[in-house]
């Protein structure tokens, strides 16, 4: 049972040219959603979130469009840097007080050729 | 800037043994979690912690898994009896009491082979 899809397990992408990494979800319950980074040996690092009340959030580079009626978000890079190549998660949480339990989705791996 | 430490970075252990693996969450938070990668699949939840209890548990956290928090600064993860598809790498987090939307701040991982 995926609630958190990301349907492509990868993207490459010249530097400088903007990044568009998709997610999709299920579960109407979730209230905000989450980006993280992940490098090889490291664990994941959070990058961007956005409530479902909003529908755009953005943080220099990064931002982050929610479509609540197609249950779909992205997240877009520009302009893309080679140092961004690692793998993006999408991540949901359905929050209960200050714990909130995060569903990832699996991933999309993002290339920067320079 | 404050991060969440893991020992030991990599564990190999023989089936049926036990594990346990380590984690130094940031100091002022409250909210710890235990999440584990498959290799090649996603990143999973297995559990919560606060106030010294489990706050939710998934379905993969069966009676074999536990954590403790058994001195106000390590939080451990123990497996008894390791199965072969226990092999993954293991995540802890934590996090602030508001900070939903901030995200967790995660460890770099334990990567546990079971043998």
């Known amino acids: 049972d995926q609630q958190v899809k990301q349907n492509s397990p990868s993207l490459s992408v010249q530097e400088g040219r903007i990044s568009i990494l998709n997610c999709d979800y299920t579960n109407s319950m979730f209230d905000y959603f989450l980006w993280y980074k992940k490098y090889p040996a490291e664990g994941p690092t959070f990058l961007i979130s956005?409530?479902?009340?909003?529908d755009k959030n953005e943080d220099g580079r990064f931002t982050v469009f929610l479509n609540k009626s197609a249950k779909h978000l992205s997240l877009h890079i520009v302009p893309s840097q080679p140092g961004d190549s690692a793998v993006y998660f999408c991540?949901?949480?359905?929050?209960?007080?200050?714990?909130?339990?995060?569903?990832f989705g699996k991933g999309t791996k993002l290339t920067v050729n320079p | 800037e404050p991060e969440v430490t893991q020992t030991p970075s990599h564990q190999v252990t023989q089936m049926g043994q036990e594990v346990i693996l380590r984690c130094v969450p940031i100091s002022n938070h409250l909210y710890f979690y235990w999440y584990r990668q498959i290799l090649g699949q996603k990143v999973e939840f297995l559990v919560s912690?606060?106030?010294?209890?489990?706050?939710?548990k998934s379905e993969i956290f069966d009676d074999r898994f536990s954590v403790e928090r058994p001195d106000g600064s390590n939080f451990t993860l123990k497996i008894r009896s390791t199965k072969l598809e226990d092999s993954a790498m293991y995540f802890c987090a934590s996090s602030g009491l508001w900070e939903r939307g901030l995200g967790y701040t995660f460890g770099s991982g334990t990567r546990l082979t079971v043998v």
């Open positions: 956005i409530s479902s009340i909003k």
């Open positions: 912690f606060y106030n010294n209890e489990i706050s939710e």
């Open positions: 991540a949901a949480s359905e929050g209960q007080g200050g714990s909130e339990k995060l569903v």
